[in-house]
């Protein structure tokens, strides 16, 4: 049974009722961001039940020391994670002598939270009475502002109900954090200062080992009935905490309430001595545009976001709201104003995956950011992959490899790899690929060359460099191999010649020798200064062609598939339908040996391959292949339901299509996989996105054209969306008997519309 109490509207994700048993679950929900920082939902008062506090920066991690059982050569010595950072939104309340805490008070009535996706904002309000039998009623909003990203901002309010009552807010600042994800339970970090001055507060901290400075700040405003009230605080400093108490009567039916502005600055962006300074410029601009005003500017920049990213469904609210959370917690994670940063899989809100990259970012998330903001975004995500080559390159080295191959890794903060599991580390080779595909995607989708001459090619001689090196001569077939790897399938660990893997390895080398002629043709300048920074030589080119030419890839004659690996004919080949639905999700029921045993498949592994190369196989073989591989997959991945859904879409399996979008756009709303609580999946919600657009759209490159194939499902009456395309904006609605076409801006463009020319002129709607 999925958790269903999140309640269905377009634009808000709303839970009604207080339930301890859901806190967890609803703190990852309605996390809230601004690309350079971000945090879980926690409550701002003190709570006593189960809760999971975070608060996170963007870049800013810890390199926890590698846990393993036995140690094995080439293991990273650190897992890097995205620390959970000083607590700036607290504000203790304390009511008549009682602290106001929702896991003791006697009852708790009218609890409703709002997370506002349409203007950025998180809300609750509730009724409670305390065990001193006062009864007050709460309103909280709260953001994180886009327009000054250091920035966060909290308005409390109290209104005692049944008697006047002497109520206390205790706004504080706390540096004395651990994370829940440690492998040792380090302390993360070291608290170097605690002060204030006058309502202004300010811990300075450095994370222990990497070294970033952090100044945590806070400056708190008071009210009675929307009026400014004085008080002087009383102060409690600690080693690691300083809050400030701000006590007034409060007559029955008088509002008391609290404007806390508070956030970050950081070494990343200042210097170390300025931390403070900057702090106290960024709290006076702050207080002088005032708390409504910064909200009114975060209505508005999100507003701006929406214009391009939003995607309208009519006639099916569940559906709306779940692409609208996707794109919502995409922007709160990533916005693309900073090239040193990526998007990690749980992005602000837990610390599963330690916060890092992963090949999410190019198999996933590159298209949505892309299409929907500007070409620049899509390449500082290529650049970041760039500056991190010569890491790549080290990566390569320690595992044995040589003359600059690399191997970019599984998981990363600064180019490092960082992940130590074994068969993912070690074995999951194919995210190698991903980053070569990001780049011809790119080239694709923008017509921007410029990329690989520039910084490109580089990488993808480098990753050549790898595959090459990697594939070893089998006598026996005569052909080229890959053995030992783990696909994107991670319920087959080791096994040999994982067709997508190998399909990679092959495109790779081909796609490098194409663009290294290219280049030595049109940009000869550059084609010579690469050949003699990475010493590339013909012989070596010939050895490339050689192992691309004789990749082995292994075929059912029977079934007329590519084998996911050469041993998966082997498995007792039990259908997802005959398994025992009491035993699902089996990663969290079955033991790993059981599991490797298996037919049961993860995520897109063959069908991954037939996504990103979709053009070099016939319908036909997709269908086949689809039907052999999906009745086997459990999708106990993320990143799974989306391919799914674009794929069954364009074999026409439109109900099928439907219900694996609903499962990615509702994964984390209806906690499809039972672990919400550890955080969303922020680059699956990619997926999301790609799942209409590209798959109900059907939009795809053709002849160097945007072309779409555009269905619907027969629950939804319309739905559009719009396109960034080469200097064109693209406005495309799709209902159910009619497309409509609008270039808002760029001049006229021709499409292709099932295949068929379409000249669509600036600022007329065309229909089809």
């Known amino acids: 049974m999925n958790q269903d109490y999140i309640k269905p509207n377009s634009w808000s994700i709303i839970e009604e009722g207080f339930d301890a048993n859901r806190v967890k679950s609803s703190e990852s929900l309605f996390s809230i961001g601004n690309g350079a920082m971000g945090q ?44 959970n950072a ?64 250091e920035l966060g901002a909290i308005e409390y309010s109290i209104t005692p109900i049944n008697n006047d009552a002497t109520i206390e807010f205790l706004p504080y600042l706390d540096s004395g954090i651990t994370n829940e994800d440690t492998n040792w339970d380090d302390i ?50 600690k080693a690691n905490y300083i809050s400030l108490k701000y006590k007034y009567l409060v007559e029955k039916g008088q509002t008391y309430t609290i404007q806390k502005l508070a956030g970050y600055t950081a070494d990343r962006n200042y210097k170390k001595n300025k931390l ?37 469904i009519s006639g099916d609210i569940k559906a709306q709201q779940g692409i609208r959370f996707n794109i919502f917690q995409l922007n709160q994670t990533y916005l693309g104003k900073d090239s040193r940063l990526n998007i990690g899989p749980k992005g602000f809100t837990g610390e599963k995956y330690g916060g890092s990259t992963y090949w999410d970012t190019e198999a996933y998330c590159i298209p949505f950011y892309m299409v929907t903001k500007d070409q620049q975004v899509a390449r500082n995500l290529l650049e970041y992959r760039y500056n991190h080559l010569e890491k790549a390159i080290e990566n390569a080295e320690k595992l044995g490899f040589s003359n600059g191959a690399a191997l970019y890794p599984m998981v990363t903060m600064n180019g490092e790899e960082c992940h130590n599991e074994w068969e993912i580390t070690f074995e999951e080779i194919h995210r190698n690929g991903a980053i070569a595909f990001a780049i011809y995607n790119y080239h694709r989708f923008t017509g921007d060359y410029s990329y690989i001459p520039e910084k490109g090619l580089e990488v993808l001689i480098a990753i050549a460099r790898f595959w090459h090196q990697r594939a070893s001569f089998s006598s026996h077939k005569n052909k080229y191999v890959i053995l030992g790897v783990t696909g994107p ?46 010493s590339l030589f013909k012989d070596e080119l010939d050895a490339w062609k050689l192992v691309a030419k004789n990749m082995f890839f292994p075929y059912s004659d029977k079934y007329r598939i590519y084998l996911q690996q050469d041993g998966f004919l082997d498995k007792e080949l039990h259908t997802v339908a005959n398994l025992d639905k009491t035993h699902r999700p089996i990663n969290q029921k079955w033991s790993w040996d059981r599991i490797l045993r298996s037919p049961y498949i ?15 196989f016939t319908t036909k073989e997709l269908e086949r292949h689809f039907d052999f591989y999906e009745p086997f997959t459990v999708h106990e991945s993320s990143l799974s339901p989306c391919i799914h859904s674009i794929q069954a879409a364009k074999l026409n399996r439109m109900e099928q299509a439907y219900q694996f979008y609903l499962r990615t756009s509702r994964l984390d709303l209806d906690d ?18 790609m799942s209409i657009v590209e798959g109900f759209g059907g939009m795809r490159i053709v002849n160097n054209k945007l072309s779409f194939t555009p269905k619907i499902p027969k629950q939804w009456e319309a739905y559009s969306f719009k396109i960034n395309f080469r200097n064109h904006i693209l406005k495309v609605n799709i209902a159910q008997n009619q497309t409509n076409f609008e270039v808002l801006v760029g001049g006229d463009l021709e499409i292709l519309v099932n295949n068929k020319p379409l000249l669509l002129k600036t600022k007329q709607l065309q229909a089809v």
């Open 40 to 83: 879980r939902a926690n409550f701002e008062e003190a709570y006593s039940g189960a809760t999971f506090q975070g608060s996170y920066i963007a870049g800013i991690y810890y390199p926890d020391k590698t846990r393993v059982g036995w140690w094995k050569n080439g293991y990273p010595k650190y897992f890097a994670k995205v620390l």
């Open 489 to 534: 399938n991670e319920y087959e660990n080791n096994v040999n010649n994982n067709w997508y893997t190998n399909y990679l390895a092959q495109w790779c080398i081909n796609y490098t020798l194409q663009n290294i002629e290219k280049v030595a043709t049109q940009f000869p300048q550059d084609y010579s200064r690469i050949i003699a920074k990475v």
């Open 602 to 616: 993860k995520q897109a592994d063959v069908l991954q391959g037939f996504y990103l190369f979709e053009d070099h």
């Open 672 to 689: 499809y996989n039972k672990e919400v609580h550890e955080g969303l999946h922020i680059t699956s919600m990619a997926g999301t996105w």
């Open 86 to 149: 000083p607590n700036w939104i607290g504000i203790n309340v304390c009511i008549n002598g009682e602290s106001l805490d929702l896991f003791t008070c006697k009852t708790v009535a009218n609890f409703k939270r709002e997370l506002n996706m349409k203007e950025g904002w998180l809300a609750r309000s509730f009724t409670a009475t305390l065990q001193n039998n006062t009864t007050v009623e709460v309103i909280t909003k709260r953001f994180l502002s886009l327009d000054i990203e």
């Open 188 to 237: 993360f970090w070291n608290t170097l200062k605690v002060s204030h001055e006058n309502a202004q507060a300010f811990i300075e901290a450095k994370t222990m080992k990497s070294n970033f400075h952090v100044c945590t700040f806070m400056e708190s405003i008071l009210f009675l009935n929307n009026k400014r009230v004085f008080i002087n605080p009383t102060v409690n400093t």
């Open 276 to 312: 403070v300074a900057v702090s106290k410029a960024i709290l006076e601009k702050a207080k002088k545009i005032g708390f409504h005003s910064l909200l009114e500017n975060q209505k508005q920049a999100w507003a701006n976001i929406w214009e391009m990213a939003d995607i309208t």
